[in-house]
């Protein structure tokens, strides 16, 4: 668990901001056909306002259209079948301790759809072109009537 092929690409980010601290990276087989559950863990500073930390985060992703940051912690089945990333938050004021969650769905936003975006970026075209779909669970819900 604590030997993952990505820790040294994410330790590697201490080149550029000396202060950040030890980064713990663990990854979980949670039982979906298809999508990724990504989840931080920060130790706030006791000044550190989290209301601030969310107002930072839309402020950098406001103008991304496939960046959807929430107020609550987001759920994989509304980004299964599209090329969204959502992310979402939860404080625990016992322990100060913010926990940041981000959802995609693997197969699009992790594959295809990200090929797609960048192909459409490269050749001028707009960015979210073929890529604004409804979500699957949704759809299915909604053809087959199914929770």
């Not at 040294?8 to 201490?14: A, C, D, N, R, S």
């Not at 769905?105 to 779909?133: H, R, S, V, Y």
Request: proline share 3%; with cysteine.
């Amino acid at each position: 668990m604590n030997h993952h092929q990505h820790i040294p690409e994410i330790v590697q980010f201490k080149k550029f901001d000396h202060n950040l601290q030890n980064i713990q990276f663990s990854t979980s087989l949670i039982p979906v056909n298809r999508g990724i559950v990504a989840t931080i863990y920060c130790k706030l500073n006791n000044n550190t306002l989290i209301d601030n930390v969310i107002d930072a985060y839309k402020e950098s992703y406001t103008s991304k259209p496939f960046i959807r940051v929430k107020n609550k912690l987001p759920q994989l089945n509304e980004v299964i079948g599209t090329n969204y990333t959502d992310i979402g938050f939860d404080y625990n004021q016992e322990t100060n301790i913010l926990t940041i969650c981000a959802v995609i769905d693997n197969l699009i936003k992790g594959a295809a759809g990200q090929a797609i975006q960048n192909m459409n970026l490269m050749f001028g075209f707009n960015e979210t072109d073929g890529l604004i779909l409804s979500p699957l669970y949704i759809v299915w819900r909604y053809v087959y009537g199914r929770n």
